[in-house]
């Protein structure tokens, strides 16, 4: 597995997963700039037909999830 840059900023990593009888499946990893307002980011593709993005932000304090939303 090899990491490639994509675009500025944007990095890429792709893998082939063999699962023997039930074939193979690629499963492709972005990450770098892709959600420019949060702390970290990574979207992943299982072949070019499923897709997940996640993303992560920071604040100064530690706050509990329970009590963030009121």
Known sequence: MSVTEIEQ?????TAVIDNGRFGTRTIRFETGRLAQQAAGSVVAYLDEENMLLSATTVGKTPRNSSTSSR
Do not use: D, L, R, T
């Open 9 to 13: 900023g944007v990095f890429e990593s």
